[in-house]
């Protein structure tokens, strides 16, 4: 994947949060969100490679490929912040 940047989306208040290499990708189905996916930060994976956000790039990234999105549980710490840690 040629991605550096990566967007990290929220579903209003859930934990529900997805990572796109596309700010405003259009395949994040709102199906899967009753509101509306709010981006919530933009990351490089050196940022988050430890895992620390909910899930790990090695995860993420076949989804991404295939579907656009990878959906995950954003930790405790991931959704305390606005800015990326």
Known sequence: MGAER????RCGETDACAVTATKGEPRLARSLCPTKWQFWMQVTRHQFED??????FDAAIAEINAKGYFLFTGSPKLLSSSQPY
Do not use: E, P, V
């Open 6 to 9: 990566f967007y990290i989306c």
């Open 51 to 56: 895992g620390r956000s909910g899930f790990t």
